[in-house]
């Protein structure tokens, strides 16, 4: 079964700086991976995904996340962190063929933006 | 206007009760989802409906109980409840079953049993 690591539980960055947020996985084959966002109050919003072709993929707001595979992780990064990005990130790996049963989530990462 | 909506979002109630949570989308979505976050905010899949009709149901105590009376709504049961229950539950929607279709989450229903 495919499992799905998150070793940062907080990071704190200043508004303006540059973001990475790690994800590892396992998994034997290329899974699918995503990247959601949890605003206070909110559900999950999905970010960007990543189910094959170009290794570095665009989302929403800004993100974007670089798939390698040598290294097991689907990281995600931003350029500028704005204050409006502070939210619970989660990282997600799916198992192919891709039943919604095969999705696993991370515990999430916490990010706080100062002023 | 809101694409998932659950009712309630907050539910405090003690051990041994029954409760339910609603969840209604207005995106057209034939696939609906239950979801639970645990304290340690691991996010597990629970059940799932295509069209009215139960596709996935993981190992989940039979005291849960989803119910979808039209493809808009999917409503949870949750009888004689533990404190093992207390947790945020998601509603989630996507068009068709795949986990490539993007999942449209509710806000959640934080429950807590005491």
């Known amino acids: 079964a495919q499992s799905v690591t998150q070793p940062d539980i907080h990071i704190t960055v200043s508004e303006g700086a540059s973001l990475e947020l790690r994800c590892n996985y396992s998994?034997?084959?290329?899974?699918?991976l995503f990247w959601y966002v949890q605003s206070p109050g909110q559900g999950l919003q999905l970010l960007l995904k990543y189910f094959s072709g170009d290794t570095l993929v665009q989302g929403i707001k800004g993100f974007e996340a670089e798939f390698k595979r040598s290294q097991s992780s689907f990281n995600l990064r931003k350029p500028s962190v704005h204050w409006s990005d502070a939210a619970e990130y989660f990282c997600a790996v799916g198992a192919r063929p891709g039943s919604a049963r095969q999705l696993t989530f991370g515990s999430g990462t916490q990010l706080t933006v100062l002023p | 206007d809101t694409a998932v909506s659950q009712t309630p979002k907050y539910l405090v109630t003690q051990m041994g009760n029954d409760k339910s949570i609603k969840c209604e989308q207005n995106l057209g979505h034939d696939t609906m989802y239950w979801y639970k976050q645990d304290s340690k905010k691991f996010l597990k899949i629970m059940f799932s409906?295509?069209?009215?009709?139960?596709?996935i149901n993981e190992t989940v105590p039979n005291r849960f109980s989803p119910k979808s009376p039209d493809k808009a709504h999917l409503n949870l049961h949750i009888n004689s409840l533990e404190l093992g229950d207390s947790a945020v539950y998601f509603c989630?929607?996507?068009?068709?079953?795949?986990?490539?279709?993007?999942?449209?989450f509710g806000p959640g229903t934080r429950l807590t049993v005491l």
């Open positions: 989630a929607s996507s068009e068709g079953g795949g986990i490539y279709n993007e999942q449209f």
């Open positions: 998994y034997g084959a290329t899974p699918y």
């Open positions: 409906y295509n069209n009215k009709e139960l596709i």
